[in-house]
């Protein structure tokens, strides 16, 4: 039966709005800048409140948007979260208050599209009617840009917002129905911290026996698993949360990958947990709740933690395999965060800057303005690189472009090369010390091709940024997303701040280099068929903080020898002749080749001799084949002591004999061949 209060609402969502209004407390200084913008008061016309997590930014603008529609005012909402950081998408959403005079606009969690800021402030915003009111909330305070303008610092006003002081926090667990012998020792642990004081308040009031838990004040980090998340239904909820914190954001699809069992049931349940957000692309836990669900398992089970961040990062490195152009960097992105906690990746990843610099494909008609930023960033031999490999291969180029200008402040090329001409050789010197490498170490086979990577980046996108993070995300997953690629060449300006972490990824440094004008540039180069991009990521899944006591047995392959087809036929016929003997057969260069590491069998001379035995098998299909199948049979597979006896036992001249033979085993090299270089040069994996 529904009480008396009830009758008091019309709706539900009233009621909900209610209770928000009463557990609300303090904030007057803010409320009162927002209640004079409403009134009479028109100095500014924009209001920036900034903030840690869980400070309370979207409690506040749910106020906001009370007071708002209470004065008559229109309200529109909108949630940088839930939104593509563009300006097509944030405009679509927030275009009303463009045509309203007295529109108020409440722009939460502004940090999920920060790069927005600068096209927001010199794009935006100067469409907006005078009398309409500007909220934006989020973590990060306002681009000193803003105040240095004298325009803006007149109708801007910042509100940094700061924990609950001792008697506001005091009312909000009041107001939430904690026993009053709890509140003294929960103010103690959160101090004025809303989301914990709020989250503690809900701890508090399933369990009367809180009070023996509460602690003096630790730092909320580092105790808000044992504090605030407590007891979880199951351990299987438990590695749903753990999951969750691990990877940049978590889809069913991905939890089912890290966790068989319930995976939609588990997901439901984490999307319901109070400190758990949604965003584009996934749900995310609260910022302290994440460090603090990987610290705790880390050091509590390094190889349960080991063993979650291989199956996460195997479904993400999927993810990457099978991903379009478009959906690309994002799949890379969240692959590279599953490694922010290694010193050498972290140190040139930022994650940071989500939507401030964005990649498109390159078209023809930005030619000009590109090559100009081009020349800017590294000089006019260097941009003529560029314009010559736009001229032959458009489809490899990518700009990076800043979102508040448009203006691009990065370029980046893909060439792909499998028999490059004279021209193109006295054209661009990195390639031509690319392609001698090439020739000198381990030449091109048939279908196979070299990709050389490069960039033009402007000074002030250099180092660790948005642009340099679009630069790394998009040439591994080329890396990765290639059919028949033999090496990856990359070239990069300053080559000694980048050789250790390039030799770190297993890009290793020719030790040349070449000039362009006043810029010296080093090669780092990858031989994808010694390396396959399967032991490639086996390799970097390896390097978690708490890394396994035993590598995964692709980690632990070595590499893989790259044989011309003239070696590769003398080493099948070395194998035939060996056929019987397990530790000749380990010793035959096919037993590192691409071929023998992507067969089922573990052990290398089992893998090479049932490899030779199909392949031996395919030669009697050919129903033209037959003598020269026999010839094999007999002479490798019936263990006869002489080619001499094994011509008298089929009838044959020992001329004839040796013909056949010769034949039989050509065609035996050709399957094996074809297999090495199309079929296990597919995608990773296949």
């Known amino acids: 039966m529904l009480s008396s209060l009830d009758g008091e609402y019309s709706s539900l969502g009233q009621r909900v709005q209610a209770a928000r209004d009463r557990a609300f407390v303090g904030r007057e200084e803010e409320l009162g800048f927002f209640r004079s913008a409403l009134g009479t008061d028109a100095s500014f016309g924009v209001l920036y409140v900034h903030g840690p997590g869980g400070i309370g930014k979207s409690a506040l603008l749910r106020r906001f948007a009370t007071e708002a529609a209470a004065a008559g005012r229109r309200v529109v909402t909108l949630d940088g979260q839930a939104v593509d950081p563009s300006p097509a998408a944030f405009q679509a959403e927030a275009g009303e208050v463009l045509t309203g005079e007295r529109v108020v606009l409440l722009v939460d969690t502004f940090e999920r599209c920060q790069g927005l800021e600068g096209w927001l402030r010199e794009r935006f915003l100067p469409g907006v009617p005078v009398g309409a009111l500007i909220v934006v909330a989020g973590r990060n305070p306002p681009d000193p840009l803003w105040q240095a303008d004298p325009g803006w610092a007149e109708v801007l006003r910042v509100l940094p917002l700061r924990p609950l002081a001792r008697r506001e926090g005091m009312a909000l667990i009041e107001a939430r129905g904690v026993a009053s012998e709890l509140r003294e020792p929960l103010l103690e642990f959160a101090g004025g911290h809303p989301l914990a004081l709020c989250l503690g308040a809900v701890v508090a009031a399933k369990d009367q026996g809180a009070l023996a838990r509460w602690t003096l004040r630790p730092d909320v980090a580092e105790t808000l698993l044992e504090q605030l998340v407590g007891e979880v239904p199951s351990a299987a909820h438990r590695h749903a949360l753990e999951v969750c914190a691990h990877a940049h954001t978590t889809t069913e699809e991905l939890l089912r990958a890290a966790l068989p069992q319930d995976a939609a049931p588990l997901f439901e349940w984490l999307r319901k947990l109070p400190f758990i957000e949604t965003g584009r ?56 965060y599953l490694h922010r906690h290694d010193g050498e990746t972290s140190h040139f990843q930022g994650w940071c800057g989500d939507g401030e610099v964005h990649e498109v494909a390159f078209h023809p008609d930005d030619r000009d303005q590109v090559l100009r930023m081009a020349a800017e960033a590294e000089g006019e031999r ?230 030779l035995e199909q392949a031996v098998e395919q030669v009697r299909d050919d129903p033209r084949a037959a003598r020269y199948h026999q010839a094999v049979v007999t002479t490798y597979l019936s263990r006869v002591p002489t080619q001499e006896a094994a011509a008298e036992r089929l009838g044959l001249p020992i001329s004839t004999y040796r013909r056949h033979l010769a034949v039989g085993l050509e065609r035996v090299a050709e399957s094996l061949w074809h297999r090495e270089v199309y079929e296990a040069a597919g995608r990773p994996g296949a």
């Open 281 to 336: 692309h996934g749900v995310f836990p609260h910022d302290v709740v994440r460090d603090a669900l990987e610290a705790d398992l880390r050091w509590r089970d390094p190889e349960g933690y080991a063993d979650m961040h291989r199956r996460i990062h195997s479904h993400l490195a999927e993810q990457v395999r099978v991903a379009g152009d478009q959906d690309a960097l994002t799949a890379m992105g969240s692959l590279f």
């Open 382 to 611: 260097s941009a003529a690189d560029a314009a010559f490999w736009m001229s032959r291969q458009p489809e490899a180029f990518w700009v990076h472009r800043d979102t508040e200008t448009g203006e691009p402040v990065g370029l980046m090329s893909w060439v792909r090369v499998s028999e490059p001409g004279a021209e193109e050789l006295a054209a661009d010197v990195l390639l031509r010390s690319a392609w001698a490498h090439v020739q000198a170490t381990a030449p091109l086979r048939p279908g196979e091709y070299i990709a050389l990577a490069r960039a033009w980046v402007l000074p002030a996108y250099r180092g660790t940024s948005p642009a340099m993070d679009l630069v790394q995300w998009r040439a591994v997953s080329e890396c990765l997303r290639a059919d028949q690629l033999a090496w990856t060449f990359i070239a990069m300006r300053d080559p000694d701040s980048w050789r250790r972490y390039l030799r770190h990824h297993d890009m290793h440094d020719l030790a040349v280099r070449p000039r362009r004008g006043e810029e010296t540039y080093g090669l780092f180069a990858h031989d994808w068929r010694a390396t396959t991009a399967e032991t490639w990521l086996a390799r970097m899944s390896r390097r978690a903080p708490a890394g396994p006591r035993e590598a995964p047995a692709a980690a632990r392959r070595p590499d893989l020898v790259v044989l011309s087809r003239p070696e590769f036929d003398t080493a099948v016929r070395e194998a035939m002749r060996n056929l019987s003997r397990p530790a000749a057969l380990a010793g035959n260069p096919l037993a590192r080749s691409r071929l023998v590491a992507g067969h089922a069998a573990p052990d290398p001379a089992q893998a090479l001799r049932g490899l």
